[in-house]
C-alpha cells in the first residue's frame, strides 16, 4: 500500500489488492445495472466496461461514451493506470514527437516516468487496451499512475494544473476508493455521493457477488436473481450480460450453456489506404500508418529469427521479450520463409521471393473452416485451403503461396491453418487483410507493416511491444543488428567480442548445439567455423 500527498487531490491511497477489487467490482456493476428492468441504478460508475484477464493479471477499460477512457492493469507485482481525456494524448500532453511514434507501451512512457522493469508487462497490457490515433497511429493516454510494492509513480502524482494535465482526475479515483468502491469521476471532479435508496438493494447484491467471487468462481443465486430481475429483462441484453460476467467467473444458477456469439464479417475501415481488394501500394510510406515493402519484410523476418536465437541463448536472460517466441526459418534471403509462433498456438508465416510477399496468419481455434468458410469436403490440406484469404492473388505469387503453405499447421480435418491473409506484388496489394473487420489473426500481419528501424515489434497481450525491458536487453539488440546486417551481404561469423557479450558465463550445452544449428540456416556461425554433430 502507498499513501501519497499530491497537489491536486490531497491524500491518496493505492493498494494492489484494493484496486483490482474495485476493478472487478466496477465491471459487475456496470453489467448488473444495464440488465436491470426497472433501471434503479442509474448512477453506476461507469455504463461500460470492458473486462481481460483474471485477478492476477488483468485489465479493466472504462470510457464516458465521449472519447474519454481510464485503463487499468495489474499483475502479480502492481498496477498501471493510464487515462486519456479530452483528445489529450501524448503528443499534446506529453510531449511526444510524430517521429518517435512506435504504436506500441513507448508512446505513453511519459504518462508513467521511472516505471520499474517488473512492472513492464502490466504496461504492455495496459497499452493494449488503448485506443490509435487517427492520425500517426500513436496509444492514445495522457496521464498515467504506477503501483509497486510500496513504491509510486506517474504524472498523477506530479500534477499541479488540471489544464496541463488532462486524465489525472479519472485516475485520481483509484486512490480514493470507498469500502471497496470507486467513485465515480469526470474531468475535473470526483463523485462521492451516497447510493441513491432505490439502488442500495442492487449494491449489496454487487458487494455479496464480488466478495464470493474473489474466493473463486461463483454463482447468482436464486434471490439476487428476483431482487435484480423482478419482471423479465430484455433477452438480448440478458445474454450479453450473462457472457461478460462469464469472462470474470460469474454465472446464472445452473450455469446454463451460452449460444455461441454469431461470427460476423465486414468492412474493415481500420485499415489505412484504400478499401479495393486489389489496389496499387501507395507510395509514401512515411505518411501511412501501414505500409508493407518487401526488401523490409525480409529483413525484418531475419533479424526476428536471429534476435530470438541469441536471447534463448542468452545464460542471463536479459531479453524475454524478442520479437518471436517460436520462430521457424526456411529458404534463404532471395526465396524463403518465416514463421512466427506463440506459446497459445497462434502464428503468422511469411513467405517471399522476387515476386513479392505472401503473409497468412493464424488464430487459435480460428482456421479456414470455421472462419473463412472453406466445407470440410473442399479440404485439400494444400495452398487451395487457405486462398480465400488471399483474393485475387496473382499467378505469379503462386510459388510463394507453396512456400508459405508449407509452414502451416494442419487442422483436425487435415486443413492448412490460417485465418486471413496478404500479399504484395511490385505496387499491388490484395487480401482479407484490407476486406473483413473481425479477422482473427490480423493484427499479426499489421505489424509486419509498421515495422520501425528494421525491427519486427512482437505481438504481446494485446500490444506490439517495443523493446520492453529494453535497459537489459541492450546488448542482445545490439549483436541482432549488427550480426542482420553482416548476414544481408553474406555469410558471417560471430566475433569474439560478441561472443564474450552473449555468453559472460557458459550456456547449457545442448542449447548452445541448437543455436549454432538455427544460425548456420542463415549463415552465421562460430569462430572457426566448428563442425556441428548433425540433428539426431
Known amino acids: 500500500?502507498?499513501?501519497?500527498?499530491?497537489?491536486?487531490?490531497?491524500?491518496?491511497?493505492?493498494?494492489?489488492?484494493?484496486?483490482?477489487?474495485?476493478?472487478?467490482?466496477?465491471?459487475?456493476?456496470?453489467?448488473?445495472?444495464?440488465?436491470?428492468?426497472?433501471?434503479?441504478?442509474?448512477?453506476?460508475?461507469?455504463?461500460?466496461?470492458?473486462?481481460?484477464?483474471?485477478?492476477?493479471?488483468?485489465?479493466?477499460?472504462?470510457?464516458?461514451?465521449?472519447?474519454?477512457?481510464?485503463?487499468?492493469?495489474?499483475?502479480?507485482?502492481?498496477?498501471?493506470?493510464?487515462?486519456?481525456?479530452?483528445?489529450?494524448?501524448?503528443?499534446?500532453?506529453?510531449?511526444?514527437?510524430?517521429?518517435?511514434?512506435?504504436?506500441?507501451?513507448?508512446?505513453?512512457?511519459?504518462?508513467?516516468?521511472?516505471?520499474?522493469?517488473?512492472?513492464?508487462?502490466?504496461?504492455?497490457?495496459?497499452?493494449?487496451?488503448?485506443?490509435?490515433?487517427?492520425?500517426?497511429?500513436?496509444?492514445?493516454?495522457?496521464?498515467?499512475?504506477?503501483?509497486?510494492?510500496?513504491?509510486?509513480?506517474?504524472?498523477?502524482?506530479?500534477?499541479?494544473?488540471?489544464?496541463?494535465?488532462?486524465?489525472?482526475?479519472?485516475?485520481?479515483?483509484?486512490?480514493?476508493?470507498?469500502?471497496?468502491?470507486?467513485?465515480?469521476?469526470?474531468?475535473?471532479?470526483?463523485?462521492?455521493?451516497?447510493?441513491?435508496?432505490?439502488?442500495?438493494?442492487?449494491?449489496?447484491?454487487?458487494?455479496?457477488?464480488?466478495?464470493?467471487?474473489?474466493?473463486?468462481?461463483?454463482?447468482?443465486?436464486?434471490?439476487?436473481?428476483?431482487?435484480?430481475l423482478p419482471k423479465p429483462p430484455d433477452p438480448k441484453r440478458l445474454l450479453a450480460v450473462q457472457r461478460s460476467l462469464q469472462k470474470v467467473g460469474i454465472t446464472w444458477p445452473g450455469s446454463p450453456k451460452?449460444?455461441?456469439?454469431?461470427?460476423?464479417?465486414?468492412?474493415?475501415?481500420?485499415?489505412?489506404?484504400?478499401?479495393?481488394?486489389?489496389?496499387?501500394?501507395?507510395?509514401?510510406?512515411?505518411?501511412?500508418?501501414?505500409?508493407?515493402?518487401?526488401?523490409?519484410?525480409?529483413?525484418?523476418?531475419?533479424?526476428?529469427?536471429?534476435?530470438?536465437?541469441?536471447?534463448?541463448l542468452d545464460p542471463l536472460d536479459r531479453h524475454p521479450f524478442a520479437a518471436s517466441f517460436v520462430p521457424h526459418w526456411t529458404g534463404d534471403l532471395s526465396q524463403g520463409a518465416f514463421r512466427n509462433k506463440d506459446e497459445g498456438g497462434s502464428y503468422e508465416v511469411m513467405a517471399w521471393s522476387e515476386a513479392g510477399v505472401v503473409g497468412l496468419a493464424y488464430e487459435f481455434g480460428y482456421g479456414p473452416i470455421e472462419h473463412l468458410e472453406l466445407p470440410i469436403d473442399a479440404v485439400k490440406g494444400g495452398p487451395d485451403d487457405v486462398r480465400v484469404a488471399l483474393t485475387d492473388l496473382p499467378a505469379e505469387l503462386l510459388p510463394t503461396l507453396e512456400i508459405a503453405a508449407g509452414l502451416l499447421d494442419v487442422g483436425a480435418h487435415g486443413e492448412k491453418l490460417a485465418s486471413v491473409g496478404v500479399w504484395l506484388h511490385g505496387e499491388l496489394v490484395g487480401g482479407s487483410l484490407y476486406e473483413y473487420y473481425i479477422q482473427k489473426g490480423k493484427d499479426r500481419l499489421y505489424a509486419w507493416g509498421k515495422l520501425k528501424e528494421g525491427k519486427l515489434r512482437r505481438w504481446y497481450q494485446g500490444s506490439y511491444v517495443a523493446d520492453l525491458g529494453r535497459t537489459k536487453a541492450a546488448p542482445i539488440q545490439a549483436l541482432a543488428d549488427a550480426l542482420t546486417d553482416r548476414a544481408l551481404k553474406g555469410p558471417t561469423e560471430l566475433l569474439p567480442d560478441e561472443l564474450a557479450t552473449l555468453l559472460p558465463k557458459p550456456p547449457d550445452p545442448e542449447r548452445w548445439l541448437d543455436a549454432q544449428r538455427m544460425l548456420q540456416k542463415v549463415g552465421i556461425t562460430w569462430p572457426g567455423s566448428p563442425e556441428i554433430p548433425s540433428a539426431g
Open 258 to 312: 451460452l449460444p455461441e456469439e454469431p461470427r460476423q464479417r465486414c468492412r474493415d475501415t481500420g485499415v489505412s489506404g484504400p478499401m479495393a481488394t486489389t489496389t496499387v501500394h501507395p507510395r509514401d510510406p512515411e505518411n501511412l500508418y501501414f505500409y508493407l515493402d518487401r526488401d523490409a519484410i525480409v529483413r525484418a523476418a531475419l533479424r526476428a529469427y536471429i534476435e530470438n536465437t541469441l536471447a534463448w
Open 1 to 228: 500500500m502507498v499513501e501519497r500527498t499530491t497537489p491536486l487531490f490531497r491524500n491518496l491511497v493505492f493498494d494492489r489488492n484494493a484496486i483490482v477489487r474495485a476493478a472487478l467490482r466496477a465491471d459487475v456493476e456496470s453489467l448488473l445495472a444495464r440488465v436491470d428492468p426497472l433501471e434503479r441504478h442509474r448512477f453506476a460508475v461507469t455504463d461500460c466496461a470492458d473486462w481481460t484477464g483474471d485477478l492476477k493479471r488483468g485489465t479493466i477499460y472504462y470510457d464516458n461514451g465521449c472519447g474519454d477512457y481510464v485503463v487499468v492493469a495489474w499483475t502479480e507485482v502492481g498496477v498501471v493506470g493510464l487515462a486519456l481525456d479530452g483528445w489529450q494524448g501524448p503528443i499534446e500532453q506529453l510531449d511526444l514527437s510524430v517521429d518517435a511514434v512506435t504504436g506500441g507501451p513507448d508512446d505513453v512512457r511519459g504518462a508513467v516516468p521511472d516505471l520499474p522493469e517488473e512492472l513492464e508487462p502490466a504496461l504492455v497490457l495496459a497499452t493494449g487496451m488503448l485506443d490509435v490515433g487517427p492520425d500517426h497511429g500513436e496509444k492514445l493516454a495522457g496521464a498515467g499512475f504506477w503501483l509497486c510494492g510500496d513504491r509510486a509513480g506517474g504524472t498523477l502524482f506530479v500534477a499541479d494544473d488540471l489544464t496541463l494535465a488532462w486524465g489525472v482526475t479519472r485516475l485520481a479515483a483509484w486512490g480514493l476508493l470507498r469500502g471497496g468502491r470507486l467513485p465515480r469521476a469526470c474531468s475535473d471532479e470526483i463523485h462521492l455521493e451516497p447510493d441513491e435508496p432505490e439502488a442500495v438493494p442492487i449494491q449489496a447484491i454487487i458487494d455479496a457477488v464480488v466478495d464470493r467471487r474473489l474466493k473463486g468462481p461463483t454463482e447468482l443465486t436464486t434471490d439476487e436473481l428476483a431482487t435484480l
